[in-house]
Every structure is written in structure tokens, then in C-alpha cells.
């Protein structure tokens, strides 16, 4: 849990160490688990771009790590992470809106606590909402902070934070885009031609993204990349009317940056200049 709260990488059984190396509540862990059957594991973080909780899915192989029980799980590693993030989000949604519930406030509320935390003042806020300031301020402020129980719109918007209520109101939507630690960020194909932010991005400023796992596998799939190259499927927050995520989107997910000028080709995507090619498949990577 340590490991996935700061990570959204999944590690394996082994990354542990042989359990004949292990003690005290490692040990226990480890004995516990294998009383289950679970011998060889995997665990796979899930984290959201704009919540506080995170999650992680464990999937297990009663065979030992030794004896194979590791290669179906590293085989279906990006299935798996998948399949964290889609729980991950049908359990987010269903916080929200317990939260939402629970709070009473109506969607004009959320709105104008959005907005208040986006650093919109009363004005400002009425205008986007078609409001008159005096409205703002001396009735839905006031109801805000009575249904929240605070004594200021600005301490109302933190407890609503630490709800989880905002992203309930936010013009911004979750998506994924496909990222490879040898190529980055996938830009997009033109006949057939893959983009990509780490080699020949042509210009290009903006990533595709797909609205679910099901199109990214496809799109994944249609690549055909490499066999056993590594690629992950990476959750971004754009804006609700976007089709595609900007540098900064990428940027807040976590991602780097690209020159879209560039002109690079063969090397790494970090432009660490280690030689490379580009159907090679560094070994440190899990296939």
C-alpha cells in the first residue's frame, strides 16, 4: 500500500524478495497469502486525476515465481491495469455522489464552488452563470455555507474539496492516452503512420485519447507494435468538450513534455542521447 500510494506502477511478487529472506509482518503477509493459494502476484495501483483516494487490484497464480507463476501476470499486465482503472473509477463515482448526497447542496451550489476554487470571485462567478452578484453572495453563498456548515465561502470550498464534491461541477472530463517509456506520448496515426511525442512528433501538439479501455485496446491492438513492447494506458483530465489532451493536460497527468519541432529518431523518449533503435525494447523493462 506504501509502494501504490506514491506509485502508479505494478509490482510483482518478486520485487518483494524470496520469502525465505523475509520477517516479521512481511513474512506473516507473505505466509497468509500463500495459505490462499496466492503464491505469485501482482499488484496494480489506481489513482485519479482529481481525487485524494487511491486503489490497488491484486490478481494472483498459486504457482511460485520460480516455477512460472509470474509469466501470465506479466503477460496480461496492461489487462489488469485496465481493469484497476475502470473499478477504480466505478468506485470514485459512487463517493461522489454518496458525498454529493449527503451534503444537500443543489448543481447551481456545486457550480458555484467550482468555479469559487478556480479563484472566480462573486462577479465573476454570476456572470458565468447568469447570476446577479447580490444573488451570489447574499443567497447561495449563505446557503452554501449552511448546508456545508461554515462560516465562509472560502472554507466551504476546502471542506467541499476534501469531499470530493468539486469534480462533480468540473467542465473537465477523464480520458486516457497510450504512453511508451521508449517512444512517449501516442499523437496519432496518418495512413497508418504512428506518431509518437519521443520520435518524430511532426509538429504535432496534442495526443489522441480514448474515452474508454475498450477503444484504447483497440487502438493498441491496430498499432501492432513490437512484440513485448511496453506500453501504458494513462489517465488524463481535458476539458469536457476536448478531443484530444494539450501538453499541459499531459503535464498534470503526470506525463512529460514534447517539442512538437522536434527531430529526433532511434533514441530514447527521454532525449537522454543512449543510442537505441527504434524496434528495440530496452531489457529493463517487464515484457
Known sequence: MTHSAHSQQPFFSSDVGSIK????????????????????????PAHGPETRFFGVLYVAMPELPQD?????????????????????????RGERASSWSSSGLTRLE?????LSAQGESAAMIAQ?????????????????NAKLQ??????????????????????????????????GIYLGSDH???????????????????????LAEAALSDLKLPHGHDVELVRVDIH????????????????????????TSGGPADDSATPGNLYEVPAKYYH
Open 21 to 44: 529472506y523475509l520477517d516479521g509482518s512481511r513474512r506473516e503477509m507473505a505466509d497468509f497469502m500463500r495459505s490462499f493459494g496466492a503464491s505469485s502476484w501482482i499488484a496494480i
Open 68 to 92: 512460472g507463476g509470474e509469466e501470465p501476470l506479466r503477460k496480461n499486465r496492461l489487462l489488469f491495469k485496465l481493469i484497476a482503472g475502470e473499478i477504480f473509477d466505478w468506485y470514485d
Open 110 to 114: 456545486l457550480d458555484i464552488l467550482y
Open 128 to 144: 458565468s452563470l447568469g447570476l446577479s452578484a447580490n444573488a451570489v453572495t447574499r443567497r447561495h453563498f449563505k446557503s452554501i
Open 150 to 183: 461554515t462560516s465562509s465561502i472560502t472554507e466551504s470550498v476546502r471542506l467541499a474539496g476534501a469531499r470530493n464534491l468539486l469534480p462533480i461541477a468540473s467542465t473537465r472530463k477523464v480520458a486516457y492516452v497510450l504512453h511508451s517509456p521508449v517512444y
Open 192 to 214: 497508418s503512420v504512428p506518431f509518437w511525442s519521443g520520435i518524430m512528433p511532426s509538429g504535432m501538439d496534442e495526443a489522441v485519447v480514448f474515452a474508454d479501455i475498450e
Open 240 to 263: 469536457q468538450a476536448a478531443q484530444t489532451a494539450t501538453i499541459n493536460d499531459c503535464l498534470r497527468a503526470g506525463l512529460p513534455a514534447w517539442d512538437p519541432l522536434a527531430q
